[in-house]
């Protein structure tokens, strides 16, 4: 205290200031909004929150010393409001001010709602919360699709009749899964696209594209709101190919033989690679190393390039490639724009053996063969081919004289043998020969005609021997007409050929040994 005029002072003791009673309530930490019939925590997927309650006097002072009992009041007064209980406060403790979790808390009907407390002795002090928008989330709802669609081609998969838990039409979201869980991508890997659908007032739908052929697949998606939970199925969903955009060929085995029928399997795609629908017939082309390759189908009696038709976009059939070669491709189209694409690269090696081809130059009688002899194995579309005959020996003879060393007994990868490595020779008629080969087993033959020169000079015949003997006797000093032929061993005149004879004159001796000429 101070004295007015001296100015005197002095000072009391230590004083506390206890609250005054019971005034009011505030109550603060709700959430702007939640989901019909779901808790604060679970409608907005952050637990851990709380409203809290504090008392106050009169004067905006903490009442710190409460130690009253409210209770919960709300707006909302649906029977399926969820508020905590009636509770004590405690001093010291809560000393005026108490958290309860959000997930004590539960409101119905849409709309602002708000949260009450009071004091159950004094109901004049009591709390309001701000308001709270109570959406009507989403309880039940019906999903449905078409039940055809085609790959690539957006549709519409709609909700109706989504309502709350009071049969309120619902808004909300729906997020668009598959119910199997699977991908679904089409062949060439391309996802499909799922759009979430949002629902307002009790409706919606959004567009959705599928990339893979199938079906039909009963329920294929589900729906669930992402606020409730609330899930629906789909009926049974058909998923048809897009138009026809190329050709593939199932993979081709490496090797195939030449001449040799081997099957292939071609599908008309769309631009996803599902498998069309397909039924027209396509041209095929074989394609390597080598160049164009002739390759003929079965459907055609092996004349034509031709496929069969297609069935359900397929078509399996034996094909036919002539020529070996290497890194060999099939491909074509269907005359009308849609092409094949490239198969795998495969090699085509010669087919079986069928016959030999004998390649012989000119020879000369009574000589081993030189220049160019060989044999050639060939398979039925002459494309040269391996063969053994290490022990399927091969056997060459002529028609006429007589083939010496003439006995293939080896292995031939290339298929062209040497015959010059044998020491081939011929004896007989000069002259066109046929000379064949044959295998002695299998029966495989191969033959040619070869041109026979006379041998070396072997002795003179004096052909008109027996005009001239006719003619005795003769007088010394008369002319006489003597016809010689130089000829080789064989008696083949010296008449062509690199032994082609000639002279100026051939001495003649008669038995009394003087000189005649």
């Given at each position: 205290?101070?004295?007015?005029?001296?100015?005197?002072?002095?000072?009391?003791?230590?004083?506390?200031?206890?609250?005054?009673?019971?005034?009011?309530?505030?109550?603060?930490g709700?959430?702007?909004?939640?989901s019909?019939?779901?808790?604060?925590?679970?409608?907005?997927?952050?637990?851990?929150?709380?409203?809290?309650?504090?008392?106050?006097?009169?004067?905006?002072?903490?009442?710190t010393?409460?130690?009253?009992?409210?209770?919960?009041?709300?707006?909302?007064?649906?029977?399926?409001?969820?508020?905590?209980?009636?509770?004590?406060?405690?001093?010291?403790?809560?000393?005026?001010?108490?958290?309860?979790g959000?997930?004590?808390?539960?409101l119905?009907?849409a709309?602002?709602?708000?949260?009450s407390?009071?004091?159950t002795?004094?109901g004049?002090?009591?709390?309001?919360?701000?308001?709270?928008?109570?959406?009507?989330?989403?309880?039940?709802?019906?999903?449905?699709?078409?039940?055809t669609?085609?790959?690539?081609?957006?549709?519409?998969?709609?909700?109706?009749?989504?309502?709350?838990?009071?049969?309120?039409?619902?808004?909300?979201?729906?997020?668009?899964?598959?119910t199997?869980?699977?991908?679904?991508?089409?062949?060439?890997?391309?996802?499909?696209?799922?759009?979430?659908?949002?629902?307002?007032?009790?409706?919606?739908?959004?567009?959705?594209?599928?990339?893979k052929?199938?079906?039909?697949?009963?329920?294929?998606?589900?729906?669930?709101?992402?606020?409730t939970?609330?899930?629906?199925?789909?009926?049974?969903?058909?998923?048809?190919?897009?138009?026809?955009?190329?050709?593939?060929?199932?993979?081709?085995?490496?090797?195939?033989?030449?001449?040799?029928?081997?099957?292939?399997?071609?599908?008309?795609?769309?631009?996803?690679n599902?498998?069309?629908?397909?039924?027209?017939?396509?041209?095929?082309?074989?394609?390597?190393?080598?160049?164009?390759n002739?390759?003929?189908?079965?459907?055609?009696?092996?004349?034509?390039?031709?496929?069969?038709?297609?069935?359900?976009?397929?078509?399996?059939?034996?094909?036919?490639?002539?020529?070996?070669?290497?890194?060999?491709?099939?491909?074509?189209?269907?005359?009308?724009?849609?092409?094949?694409?490239?198969?795998?690269?495969?090699?085509?090696?010669?087919?079986?053996?069928?016959?030999?081809?004998?390649?012989?130059?000119?020879?000369?009688?009574?000589?081993?063969?030189?220049?160019?002899?060989?044999?050639?194995?060939?398979?039925?579309?002459?494309?040269?081919?391996?063969?053994?005959?290490?022990?399927?020996?091969?056997?060459?003879?002529?028609?006429?004289?007589?083939?010496?060393?003439?006995?293939?007994?080896?292995?031939?990868?290339?298929?062209?043998?040497?015959?010059?490595?044998?020491?081939?020779?011929?004896?007989?008629?000069?002259?066109?020969?046929?000379?064949?080969?044959?295998?002695?087993?299998?029966?495989?033959?191969?033959?040619?005609?070869?041109?026979?020169?006379?041998?070396?000079?072997?002795?003179?015949?004096?052909?008109?021997?027996?005009?001239?003997?006719?003619?005795?006797?003769?007088?010394?000093?008369?002319?006489?007409?003597?016809?010689i032929?130089?000829?080789?061993?064989?008696?083949?005149?010296?008449?062509?050929?690199?032994?082609?004879?000639?002279?100026?004159?051939?001495?003649?001796?008669?038995?009394?040994?003087?000189?005649?000429?």
């Amino acid at each position: 205290g101070t004295d007015s005029s001296t100015g005197a002072t002095a000072l009391s003791g230590s004083v506390t200031v206890q609250p005054a009673a019971i005034d009011h309530f505030v109550i603060s930490g709700e959430p702007a909004s939640t989901s019909s019939g779901l808790d604060f925590d679970t409608a907005n997927g952050s637990p851990g929150n709380s409203i809290t309650v504090t008392a106050y006097d009169q004067y905006n002072n903490v009442k710190t010393d409460y130690t009253g009992t409210i209770t919960f009041s709300s707006s909302d007064l649906d029977a399926g409001v969820v508020l905590p209980a009636d509770y004590t406060f405690t001093s010291p403790g809560d000393d005026g001010s108490h958290d309860f979790g959000w997930s004590n808390f539960t409101l119905v009907t849409a709309g602002n709602q708000t949260i009450s407390v009071a004091d159950t002795v004094v109901g004049t002090a009591t709390g309001t919360s701000g308001a709270i928008n109570v959406v009507s989330g989403i309880a039940s709802f019906t999903l449905s699709a078409p039940a055809t669609v085609t790959a690539g081609t957006p549709f519409s998969l709609s909700v109706s009749n989504a309502v709350d838990s009071l049969g309120n039409p619902a808004d909300g979201t729906i997020t668009v899964t598959f119910t199997d869980g699977l991908s679904h991508q089409a062949p060439d890997g391309t996802s499909p696209t799922l759009a979430n659908i949002t629902v307002t007032n009790g409706s919606g739908s959004a567009n959705q594209t599928l990339v893979k052929a199938e079906g039909p697949i009963d329920n294929m998606f589900k729906g669930t709101d992402s606020s409730t939970g609330a899930t629906a199925l789909s009926g049974s969903v058909t998923v048809q190919p897009a138009a026809i955009d190329h050709f593939v060929v199932d993979t081709v085995l490496d090797p195939q033989e030449a001449g040799v029928p081997f099957e292939i399997t071609i599908r008309a795609v769309d631009q996803y690679n599902n498998t069309t629908n397909f039924v027209n017939t396509v041209d095929l082309q074989a394609t390597g190393d080598g160049g164009a390759n002739t390759i003929v189908t079965e459907d055609s009696g092996y004349t034509t390039n031709v496929t069969g038709n297609f069935v359900n976009g397929v078509w399996t059939g034996k094909v036919r490639i002539s020529g070996s070669d290497t890194n060999v491709y099939i491909h074509g189209d269907d005359g009308s724009g849609h092409l094949i694409n490239n198969s795998n690269t495969f090699n085509v090696v010669p087919g079986i053996l069928h016959h030999f081809d004998l390649v012989i130059t000119p020879q000369v009688n009574d000589q081993g063969f030189v220049a160019t002899v060989q044999i050639i194995g060939k398979d039925v579309n002459g494309n040269t081919r391996a063969f053994d005959a290490s022990t399927n020996n091969i056997i060459l003879t002529s028609d006429v004289g007589v083939l010496t060393n003439n006995t293939i007994s080896v292995n031939v990868p290339t298929g062209i043998f040497d015959l010059t490595t044998l020491g081939l020779q011929y004896n007989g008629p000069a002259g066109q020969i046929t000379i064949t080969a044959t295998q002695a087993v299998t029966g495989i033959t191969g033959s040619t005609t070869v041109t026979i020169y006379p041998g070396a000079p072997d002795h003179f015949t004096i052909i008109n021997k027996a005009a001239i003997e006719a003619g005795s006797p003769y007088i010394a000093g008369q002319s006489s007409n003597v016809k010689i032929e130089v000829q080789d061993v064989n008696n083949n005149v010296l008449n062509s050929g690199p032994n082609e004879f000639s002279v100026g004159g051939i001495v003649l001796d008669d038995a009394d040994g003087s000189q005649n000429t």
